[in-house]
């Protein structure tokens, strides 16, 4: 057999990306965000696109873990991968840059018909600098470290170095460079995550006399500005926050520079994860979760959103990574995170049980993205065998998105363009909510969760997990359609899901809903650069019967999707 030295594959990587460079003259559009009447989307070859995710785990971008990645990426069906691109190993020395490890993603992504989001470890990743190169890691005077108040060094960059700044932004200008020069064309990469998790584990902000000088100062003026507060010190404006309003400035201002460095090359949409604040029921003698010591100080958490709009305009997108199963957290960080300027990107979330359901409200509340994290078949799995991913099982996928992915993915294209138009909805189960109705105008949709589902009786709910989950849809009618029909994409998991006219909205309606077809299939693939509402639908068959009568039943491990014509017949006989 043929064996190539990692080198030869990575030329070899190199001259594939160029050639299908030369291939298509023509650049695709660059994906870029777009909005639309308070609702967000990606467009990716100027269509809305679903990012249905897998990010591997944080060491495997080499060249001997990725043979390990793929397959993993391949059973779960996603259609973009997330993976790191290490500072360390791009800018081995000051200036010197190897593309390698770059051109290795982009070519196996393309390889296996993926799509790409970079995430740049850079100076920040979970808080520290640890994959900052050698030569600045070991030149504490020129790249100085962030200061705690006792005058330790940490093992964090200071966010209140010009030096450290420009070197980061100057690494993150040549990444830009060389992905416009190789992907212009294709565009494989979508997104790029600038620094990963940013802020300081360690300490609240930077107590070196530098930074202390410019705490002492007042706040920018520009920042008072949008923030709309009265001018002063950060003591003064803050209070209390003062020390972390002042680290997340100091981060905030940092990262757009990086990013601004980044776009002036190629203007990727860019977006920040967020290591979030969790709520402290773990901890002891502490009422709430510290700055520095629980979460990163600085970066882009619930309290710092505002500020980090103002001072990072660079960063499209502020992402919550979401490793809780707590549902109720999760409705609140999305009440924090989806906002008119910042849409909603799930890039990171847990891989117990849980994350499906979590998966759907998500898409259910506009989300451009959503991401397990750790799916990969190197045998990482944080300790924890019940995730699956053991060293032992390397070819069990470490994610209970495992189901809900390759239900969803044939539907991702129709599920961007319906969010961009606020035509789609979803319903996830929750203790104590087994019947919950989405409505559309005048006609609901009965969602009921767990089976079996009883005539007479309520629905009994997931017995497990609690997860029951369902989508629907509203999508145009067939041409010539009877006025006054619609039609649904449907599907789920552990749920049953019928339609009914809304029953408050008239005493005595004088039409009644019917049935006209519920056809299982799929879009066809074929029109994927066209709009996505406007594919050819391929009906594998018609459901009927015991498959419609009390609902359309989509049970665990379900693999369906409906697409249901209604129309509305008078309820009583016309006089004649
Ligand atoms: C969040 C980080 O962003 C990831 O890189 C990884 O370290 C995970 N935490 C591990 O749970």
Redesign the pocket.
């Known amino acids: 057999m043929l064996r190539l030295s990692s080198a030869a594959v990575v030329s070899l990587a190199t001259l594939t990306v160029g050639a299908v460079q030369a291939q298509s003259p023509t650049p695709r559009p660059i994906p870029q965000i777009t909005r639309q009447d308070g609702h967000a989307s990606l467009l990716v070859d100027g269509q809305p696109f679903l990012m249905l995710g897998a990010q591997i785990n944080?060491s495997s971008s080499w060249p001997s873990a990725l043979p390990h990645v793929w397959p993993a990426l391949e059973q779960m069906h996603v259609n973009t991968v997330e993976a790191p691109v290490y500072w360390e190993q791009l800018e081995p020395q000051p200036g010197h840059f190897d593309f390698s490890g770059v051109d290795l993603l982009v070519h196996g992504a393309r390889e296996h018909g993926l799509r790409l989001v970079l995430l740049w470890f850079g100076t920040w990743?979970?808080g520290q600098a640890h994959y900052v190169p050698e030569w600045i890691k070991t030149d504490t005077k020129r790249f100085p470290r962030e200061v705690t108040n006792r005058g330790n060094l940490l093992d964090v960059l200071s966010p209140n170095s010009t030096a450290n700044r420009d070197a980061d932004a100057h690494a993150f200008a040549a990444l830009m460079r060389h992905l416009r020069e190789i992907d212009q064309a294709d565009r494989t990469v979508l997104m790029i995550q600038v620094e990963?998790?940013s802020g300081s584990i360690g300490s609240v902000r930077d107590f070196s006399p530098a930074a202390n000088r410019e705490f002492a100062g007042p706040v920018p003026p520009a920042l008072i500005q949008k923030l709309g507060k009265p001018a002063g010190t950060w003591a003064t404006v803050f209070g209390a926050d003062a020390d972390e309003r002042f680290a997340a400035f100091s981060t905030a201002s940092y990262i757009d520079t990086v990013a601004r460095a980044g776009k002036a090359e190629y203007p990727l949409p860019m977006y920040c994860?967020v290591?979030i604040t969790y709520p402290v029921h773990a901890l002891e003698h502490r009422d709430h979760p510290s700055p520095g010591q629980e979460y990163p100080s600085g970066g882009p958490q619930q309290g710092n959103i505002d500020l980090w709009k103002a001072a990072a305009p660079s960063i499209d997108v502020l992402a919550p990574?979401f490793?809780s199963g707590d549902f109720k957290l999760l409705e609140q960080v999305v009440r924090e995170y989806r906002r008119p300027d910042n849409p909603l990107f799930i890039p990171?979330t847990g891989r117990g049980p849980g994350f499906g359901r979590d998966l759907f409200y998500a898409l259910g509340q506009g989300a451009i993205g959503f991401s397990a994290?750790?799916v990969d078949f190197t045998g990482w799995s944080?300790g924890d065998e019940s995730e699956g991913g053991s060293a032992a099982e390397k070819t069990v996928l470490p994610s209970s998105l495992a189901e809900d992915v390759p239900l969803l993915r044939p539907l991702a294209p129709q599920i961007a363009a319906l969010n961009l138009q606020g035509g789609l909805q979803t319903a996830v189960e929750q203790p104590g909510l087994t019947r919950t109705r989405l409505h559309f105008g005048d006609i609901d949709a009965v969602v009921s969760f767990g089976f079996p589902q009883r005539d007479g009786e309520s629905a009994p709910g997931t017995k497990t997990e609690q997860d029951g989950r369902a989508l629907v849809g509203q999508i145009p009618t067939p041409p010539g359609s009877q006025p006054g029909g619609a039609d649904f994409l449907v599907t789920g998991l552990n749920a049953s899901i019928r339609f009914e006219l809304a029953p408050n909205l008239s005493d005595k309606p004088a039409t009644q809903l019917e049935i006209l077809s519920a056809e299982e299939g799929e879009f066809s693939a074929v029109a994927s650069t066209g709009p996505p509402l406007s594919a050819a639908w391929r009906t594998a068959r018609v459901w009927n019967g015991d498959q419609t009568d009390r609902g359309l039943n989509f049970p665990a491990h379900n693999r369906s999707v409906i697409r249901i014509h209604l129309h509305r017949l008078p309820l009583t006989t016309p006089s004649r």
Do not use: A, H, R, S
């Open positions: 944080n990743k979970n990963n998790e994860n290591w990574d490793y990171e994290f750790g944080m």
